[in-house]
């Protein structure tokens, strides 16, 4: 089942303290992004943020489970309504994980005569 468009918007809503949220569809659901970094997903209308040592000690009992079958295990994050403690987590997750690569754009071949 894919996730709506408005439990979308409404998480997407609840991350924005965090920074710049923006999300695209990906394997019949939705990646989330802060700032361009890839952080979490969206799979039958349940917010899944990846684990990452950081955020796992502040946050030991937050459940985790795949986000969709053989997929690695993602924070389920089921309350949705404290939007400070939810951009503290988004934070401090894209903190710990890669930033993207700078990349050239692509110039266009010139045909040599």
């Known amino acids: 089942m894919a996730s709506t468009l408005e439990f979308v918007t409404y998480v997407t809503d609840q991350l ?3 920074g710049t949220i923006t999300w695209k569809r990906m394997f019949g659901e939705v990646g989330l992004y ?11 209308d349940q917010l899944f943020i990846k684990i990452t040592p950081e955020v ?19 924070f389920l ?3 949705l309504d404290d939007r400070e403690t939810l951009a503290e987590i988004v934070r401090a997750t894209c903190d710990a994980l890669a930033k ?11 045909e040599s005569r």
């Not at 802060?34 to 039958?44: E, H, R």
């Not at 993207?100 to 010139?110: D, M």
């Open 100 to 110: 993207p690569k700078f990349r050239r754009p692509k110039t266009s071949k010139t």
């Open 56 to 74: 796992a000690a502040r946050i030991p009992d937050c459940p985790k489970a795949p986000p969709y079958p053989g997929a690695k295990e993602s």
């Open 77 to 79: 994050i089921e309350d």
């Open 16 to 18: 924005a303290l965090a």
């Open 34 to 44: 802060c700032d361009q970094v890839f952080f979490a997903v969206i799979c039958d």
